[in-house]
């Protein structure tokens, strides 16, 4: 079993940036692909950022310019640097980690990943 946790989230100004980190522990694949998503009231979760065990990433064009998706393998940390925060980033911010022949290469998509941290969330007040 996996468990993930996020953290660093909390209320920032417009234009401001924010480093999120997801801790990892317990039992992870040995090819995976941990991924960034976020949840908005009333929408439908969107995929931010993936990185996967062989070095691959993978960013949406809406927020490319803006995110940043690393890892700390001797922390068992996944990381999500966003700058450039508008009011329309509040959201809640999830990790996930699912097998790599679980990810279809042509997006980020919630429905391909099998476990979830519990969220932190982000507000960005104008």
């Known amino acids: 079993q996996v468990q993930l946790a996020e953290s660093g989230g909390g209320v920032v100004q417009s234009g401001g940036s924010l480093r999120l980190s997801c801790a990892v522990s317990?039992?992870?694949?040995?090819?995976?692909?941990m991924a960034w998503f976020r949840q908005a009231p009333g929408k439908e979760r969107e995929g931010v950022a993936r990185?996967?065990?062989?070095?691959?990433?993978s960013i949406p064009d809406a927020v490319k310019t803006r995110v940043t998706i690393s890892q700390d393998n001797r922390k068992n940390t996944l990381y999500l640097q966003v700058g450039g925060l508008k009011p329309e980033d509040t959201a809640m911010y999830y990790c996930?980690?699912?097998?790599?022949?679980?990810?279809?290469?042509?997006?980020?998509?919630?429905?391909?990943?099998?476990?979830w941290g519990q969220g932190t969330q982000v507000t960005v007040s104008s």
């Open positions: 317990g039992n992870t694949y040995s090819d995976y692909c």
């Open positions: 996930a980690i699912t097998p790599k022949n679980r990810v279809s290469y042509s997006g980020v998509y919630y429905w391909e990943y099998n476990f």
């Open positions: 990185l996967c065990s062989d070095g691959s990433t």
